[in-house]
């Protein structure tokens, strides 16, 4: 992680540490460098990249503060409006674009926004690319075997350009459609758009598919968005599901790249389960590349028990659906995700993509014709208990020699049993300790020995 950008691009509070100008200068150093790439190619032609929003008040200010900097760099910007992090990604891919960006802070308050960056294959920025724009942000850029204190501005008939470019849109959500294997006609299915970015895409999709779709919480005002609202307020889709009597629900968060779904019970049915479900599916069908499933360390114990039983075989990642990711791409398989909902399935996306899980659990719902809660219950869930605590230096709290004592009697005292993780926040000055077991109280006694120590060695703020 760098000085501005964490595990999931540029994320802060609007107009406080990410501001406008912040963005701005992103728009321009993005601009430039690939203007700069292209001529080293013989090209002069002018970088193409495309941006999409989620709801927020801010996304509309940074869109046009990264829409100044492009084109003031020469670059000309393809506008997808209010739309998904997963669409962005798939149509930079698609379309030859230079990068792709999404302004989003995901599942955080309306108040925080972020800028996500995407390389042309509709991955997660390289890391080398990322370490030029802090470089620039803190000018001390070195590029192209010069020190560059400041950066040309494109002039005459070299300023860009601003495009809309909703059709890119649109073909994504044609895209989302095609991948329909079976008819949803006779299902009724719930959609919790958290007030984000799939407010306008996914009921569309669910529509054409026939399912008789039931939506809420798409009424994006611009301070609504993840308020009391998605997947990480579950319990409203939970409640919905059942007062309506539908077959299933799928709750996603502020870009949609990430869903939880809800049983037909009113059961949550979280990442681990989506893992659980799809990877028992492909290993059915002998098509689980590798016979690997790809989570992080933060999956739970429940989950690597049960494909031990099913004789799948599992890799664990660093938390982070960038690592997930890598992880696939290096060793081709086909699977992969984390706890919280963000699901890769890379055979069609290369990002997680709510709205794509939702419909690749559906295909297993209709393929094997049994409920949502029947084709979960087989997973048995550990009880996992979680605590952040808010630190002044988390590498200081982390590599503590008390702390670090702490937690290895927590590990002898779980034995085989289950586990403990203390790891830091990759966006937040968070430390957070948590422990698996097969009972609650052991979990809770031993996350509060853990954290009694970061207070008493005065690491927490």
């Known amino acids: 992680m760098g000085k501005y950008f964490g595990t999931d691009g540029f994320r802060g509070t609007a107009n406080e540490n990410l501001t406008a100008d912040h963005a701005f200068r992103v728009g321009r150093f993005l601009g430039w460098y690939y203007g700069e790439l292209k001529k080293q190619n013989g090209d002069n032609s002018a970088p193409r990249i495309v941006i999409g929003k989620d709801t927020r008040l801010s996304s509309y200010m940074f869109e046009y503060s990264l829409v100044g900097g492009l084109t003031a760099s020469g670059a000309d910007a393809y506008l997808l409006h209010v739309t998904t992090t997963p669409s962005v990604a798939y149509v930079s891919r698609i379309d030859n674009f230079d990068c792709g960006i999404m302004i989003s802070a995901s599942h955080n308050p309306y108040c925080d926004n972020g800028i996500k ?111 009391n609202a998605g997947s990480t307020h579950i319990e409203v889709l939970q409640k919905y599901v059942v007062e309506n009597g539908l077959d299933a629900g799928f709750a996603y968060d502020g870009d949609a790249d990430r869903c939880l779904c809800v049983d037909e019970k009113g059961g949550i049915v979280t990442g681990d389960h989506i893992l659980y479900i799809y990877g028992r599916y492909l290993k059915e069908r002998e098509k689980l590349n590798n016979n690997t499933v790809v989570a992080t360390v933060m999956s739970n114990f429940g989950l690597f028990r049960a494909f031990d039983e099913l004789g799948i075989g599992y890799a664990k990642t660093a938390v982070g659906d960038k690592y997930v990711y890598e992880y696939m791409k290096e060793n081709d398989c086909i699977l992969g995700g984390e706890q919280s909902g963000h699901i890769i399935f890379s055979k069609y996306a290369s990002t997680g993509d709510g709205i794509l899980t939702s419909l690749k659990i559906m295909q297993v719902i209709m393929s094997r014709k049994k409920k949502l809660s029947e084709l979960a219950a087989p997973l048995k869930v550990y009880p996992q208990v979680l605590e952040n605590v808010r630190v002044k230096d988390k590498k200081a709290a982390q590599n503590d020699p008390d702390v670090q004592a702490a937690v290895s009697a927590a590990a002898d005292k779980l034995g085989d049993t289950g586990r403990i993780l203390v790891r830091e926040s990759g966006t937040e000055p968070l430390i957070r300790v948590m422990v698996e077991a097969p009972d609650e109280e052991i979990c809770r006694r031993l996350v509060s020995g853990v954290v009694d120590v970061i207070h008493q060695k005065g690491h927490a703020m």
Request: glycine fraction near 12%; proline fraction near 2%.
């Open 117 to 227: 960056l995407i390389n042309n294959c509709g991955e997660k920025m390289d890391d080398d690319v990322i370490e030029l724009v802090e470089a620039y942000l803190d000018g001390e850029l070195n590029a192209f075997g010069k020190e560059w204190k400041e950066l040309p501005y494109a002039t005459g008939d070299k300023i860009g350009r601003t495009v809309d470019y909703v059709s890119g849109r649109n073909r994504y959500i044609g895209y989302l459609i095609s991948l329909g294997v079976y008819s949803f006609r006779g299902m009724k299915i719930g959609l919790d758009c958290a007030n984000g970015a799939s407010w306008n895409i996914a009921k569309s999709v669910f529509d054409a598919l026939g399912a008789e779709t039931h939506v809420i919480n798409a009424q994006p005002d611009g301070t609504n968005i993840n308020n």
